[in-house]
């Protein structure tokens, strides 16, 4: 799903960089298309809260199209999570580009069990918007890098290969979170694919869907050397944005 998004956004910012940059119609000035926004996200075992502010720029004749930069915020909360071997090299046998192609290698995956979890997250989000109309907008963002913080929490290790299967291990949320490429990816990372309704000038209404990832890192190192977790969930959200000078 994550790759998919990724493509669809990929597509859209090519088909839309031919237009030249043209002088904005809107008012000048930094304080403007400044956006803050608090998201919901959530299914049946997890829960994600995130607030964040963007800033855009439009690179279209029409000004429709819009990438901006941000910082956000994310908390996330669940239960009955089961964290799977994240390392590329273990789950493709390798690393770079090509492990968006690769099979997975189901021998490799071992399972860390956490019954509830919880971990925070500081990232700087990329972010891709097209304005169909002046009061609907469709886009995209995604976190690129930042760190993670949590308190530390046990899990059960599920690996039938390995005599360690059934023990509790202690984990906390991994430090550092960097976008890379599918399992490339390191710690914990939020992405959104989303509609806009502007229902008043400053203010709007985000609906669609949240794609996370969150990991843990284990005190100990377990079968084929491996110390990282990582869930991906899928979540419907919901947000409100609010743009000052809009």
Partial sequence: MKKIILYSAIALL???????????????GYKYNNNFDLALAANANQFLGAL????????SKKNKFKIGYGVRFNTQAGKNLYYQTAPAK???????PQVLFSQIYYENIDTFYVSKAQSNS????????????????????????GFSFGKKTTGKYIAYQSPDNGTIQTAKPTSYNLLLISDNDIGALNSELYFRYWFKPT??????????????????????????????SLMAMVAITFSPFR
């Fill in 52 to 59: 964040s502010w963007v800033h855009f720029h439009s690179i």
């Fill in 14 to 28: 090519i088909s839309n960089y031919g237009f030249s940059q043209a002088p904005s119609k809107d008012k000048n």
């Fill in 122 to 145: 500081l990232n700087i989000s990329i972010n891709l918007q097209y304005t169909v109309k002046e009061k609907f907008d469709i886009g995209f963002n995604i976190d690129a890098v």
């Fill in 90 to 96: 273990l789950t493709s046998k390798q690393t770079g």
């Fill in 203 to 232: 203010l709007a209404i985000r609906a669609g869907a949240s794609f996370a990832f969150t990991e843990y890192t284990t005190e100990n190192k377990l079968r084929l050397d491996n110390d990282r977790w990582r869930n991906k």
